[in-house]
């Protein structure tokens, strides 16, 4: 990996902040202590831009990461802990949608910011496979009741199906699938999780609801027509899935939770 740091000596102020925050402390003052990149860089910097993204003073810019694809935070657009708190609190898994699909920008607006959250070693492992088509969600439905069938569980489910209801993926007009090579992260079931967990949230702000389709996931490690429907990059595996659509229903109320359980030390 080829990796570089340019500090515009005009601009630096010597605050050291890209020192503090590096995570793997590569990056130390030079003789006239200028911020520097450490030779253990080449190996070591897990690209995740801090030391440029947290300068006050736009002058560090690193080339594995550059200035030119990072953009400013803007204070005024960020919520209150307060909406924050209640946008949290008042997303909830959607179980019911309209038949609407939700247009291709508005997918990929909520996919975009997936591409944010945290991952092991920043390494990014998630990947996307967005089912845009409801006909092919209903089939990748009818597979994963196909392996019931098989195995014989869930047989309310089964009665269903055959009755025309999908109580699999409910009905829901798209499903978001994320996949990773367990080979390229040591923390792949984190990663899509989280990823899987920005994405929830960033659809609930679009006002699209969504679902964890946990018996897909299920399916994929035994079902073999599924694992070729889905026909991902090699290697890759299924860790977490979403129903996305639009709320037949709107939920007008907050439901209890267990009391918090924490030990304070
Ligand atoms: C890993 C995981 C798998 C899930 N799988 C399903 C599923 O297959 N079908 C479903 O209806 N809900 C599924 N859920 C949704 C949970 O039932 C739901 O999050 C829980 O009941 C709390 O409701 P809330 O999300 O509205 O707070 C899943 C949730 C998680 C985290």
Redesign the pocket.
Known sequence: MKISLSIDQEKCIKCYSCIAECPFDLINPDKEGFPQLRKAALRRCIRCGHCMAVCGNDALDITVSPLAGITAVDKRMLPTPQSVEHLLKS???I?TYKKRVADHDTLAAILEVSRYSPSAHNCQSAHWLMVEDPLEVQKLAGLVVDYMREIKVFPGLIRAWDQGEDKVL?GAPHLAICHADPGKSEHPVEDCTLSTAYLDLSASSFGLGS?????LVQAFYKHKPLVEALALPENHVVY?ALMLGYPKFKYRHIPQRDDLKVTWR
């Open positions: 997303r909830r898994s179980r409910r679902c964890w389709a946990g018996f977490t």
